[in-house]
């Protein structure tokens, strides 16, 4: 717990940011008081750097090849809501993703609500090293090449950081060129909008940068926001069968989403992002300023 680290483990916590600790490693609830990873713990006072130490124990392949066999919508893991009999099942021919995620510890719980006759749990992960390091595992799973997955989280970084949203369209249009055509073989991802939005949003978050996905607003729902140096871009995401119909910043814009992050941020932007079925890539890239009226 944090009283723990901090009576006990005071001579060595005295040596870090207590609050980055907090973010890399805390966060494991079981409706109780959040607890730390003590693996992780150990491993940060002996080696005095900040990595996904526990993650690193173990490779999540069978839980990327179920998220892949049932289309599932990663940004959904930043708030799944669940009943109790999922969370408790261990019938290994019943298997749910939502369920091994929990029990293997790449999902906690974030929240419980009694609902009519049952107890709904919001699940989400513990902290910074699991989201980061679960979506990376996802993103190597479509394509193997590390340093190409690298090269394009870099990239996004210097984007954002120089202010140069034009690029993105080029950096994600090469990532996507790169998923082998095998992965679209005998299933139907190329006309599944979750697919493409799973992809950006494991791109983000696997960066390292802050991300809400699905966040909601009194007009609706954001497909994702990344926040980033005091910005907010705020993504919508659209799949058409061939050419672009210039409908998802319309979209965006007409509903409003942005109005939750005015005056919040410094400078917020409006990004509209097409797929095409026919050619599995971006066909359409749009985006906008929004100036607050005073």
Do not use: C, M
């Amino acid at each position: 717990t944090q009283t723990d680290l901090e009576t006990v483990f005071a001579d060595r916590i005295k040596d870090f940011d207590k609050e980055e600790v907090r973010r890399w490693y805390n966060g494991y609830s079981w409706l109780g008081e959040k607890v730390y990873n003590p693996f992780d713990i150990l491993l940060l006072f002996n080696k005095k750097i900040f990595r996904p130490y526990w993650f690193e124990t173990g490779t999540p392949t069978f839980l990327i090849k179920l998220f892949k066999q049932y289309n599932y919508y990663l940004p959904e893991l930043e708030n799944l809501e669940v009943g109790e009999e999922l969370l408790s099942n261990l019938d290994i021919d019943d298997l749910y993703v939502e369920n091994l995620l929990f029990q293997t510890g790449y999902l906690t719980i974030k929240d419980v609500e009694r609902r009519l006759y049952r107890e709904v749990y919001t699940l989400s992960y513990p902290n910074y090293e699991v989201k980061v390091s679960l979506n990376n595992f996802f993103l190597l799973h479509f394509v193997s090449d590390r340093s190409l997955k690298d090269k394009t989280e870099n990239e996004l970084e210097k984007a954002l950081r120089d202010n140069q949203i034009e690029k993105l369209k080029d950096i994600l249009h090469r990532f996507f060129a790169s998923i082998p055509y095998d992965w679209y073989r005998k299933n139907d991802l190329e006309s599944y909008e979750g697919f493409y939005a799973s992809i950006v949003y494991a791109l983000f978050s696997g960066a390292g940068f802050e991300t809400v996905a699905e966040d909601t607003t009194n007009k609706g729902k954001v497909d994702l926001t990344v926040i980033y140096n005091n910005k907010a871009y705020i993504i919508e995401f659209k799949v058409v069968e061939d050419q672009p119909e210039k409908t998802a910043l319309k979209q965006v814009e007409e509903k409003k989403y942005y109005e939750k992050y005015l005056g919040k941020y410094e400078e917020v932007y409006l990004i509209g992002i097409e797929f095409s079925k026919k050619d599995r890539n971006i066909v359409d890239f749009d985006y906008k300023k929004i100036q607050e009226v005073n």
